[in-house]
């Protein structure tokens, strides 16, 4: 099989370029992104290997092209990785019920992704990995990102036009 066919970008591989933006760091290590992000070292290595083949990752891999990630979220991550609110389930607040949506967004439904441990009810709204209400509980940079990204995948016109908003502050 050809490399590239092996390529496709993969919902964790939003979550890891997430993360690198929260950290900031272009010495992180792959095992340190693997006990942060609560994912495997083989995802995290497939993930960067991924990210890199498409422009998202530059500089050997310890850059994420902003620009590029930003151009992606706002065009291209409703299409690729679209959601729509499932059942009412115990979670983490997401898209517009969460920080920093939720002081602009006044809304009765609320939007979780499915967490035992969370601390609201919701319709459910399935993470781009499974492992992300854990990693956001550690890293409130990186709940606000991820939720600002659901936003876009499945808010309705004006909290998906200021997510956008709050996205491009935050990426680029």
């Known amino acids: 099989m050809a490399k590239s066919s092996l390529q496709q970008m993969k919902p964790q591989d939003i979550v890891v370029l997430a993360k690198l933006i929260t950290?900031?760091?272009s010495d992180y290590t792959q095992m340190a992104l693997s006990q942060m992000l609560y994912m495997s070292q083989s995802e995290i290595s497939s993930s960067i290997s991924r990210?890199?083949?498409s422009g998202l990752?530059?500089?050997k891999g310890k850059e994420v092209n902003r620009k590029l990630f930003f151009d992606f979220i706002k065009y291209g991550l409703a299409v690729v990785f679209p959601q729509h609110p499932g059942a009412i389930v115990r979670g983490t607040v997401t898209?517009?019920?969460?920080?920093?949506l939720d002081m602009e967004i006044v809304s009765e439904?609320?939007?979780v992704w499915p967490y035992a441990k969370g601390k609201s009810r919701g319709q459910s709204i399935a993470?781009?990995?499974p492992t992300v209400p854990k990693a956001a509980a550690l890293d409130t940079h990186l709940h606000e990102l991820l939720a600002l990204m659901d936003a876009v995948r499945v808010?309705?016109?004006r909290e998906k036009n200021l997510a956008i908003e709050l996205l491009e502050q935050h990426i680029c």
Do not use: M, V
Not at 95 to 100: G, L, N, R, V
């Open 127 to 129: 993470p781009l990995y």
């Open 95 to 100: 898209a517009h019920s969460a920080p920093p």
């Open 155 to 157: 808010g309705k016109a």
């Open 23 to 25: 950290i900031n760091d």
């Open 51 to 53: 990210s890199s083949y």
């Open 109 to 111: 439904e609320k939007y």
């Open 57 to 59: 990752l530059i500089n």
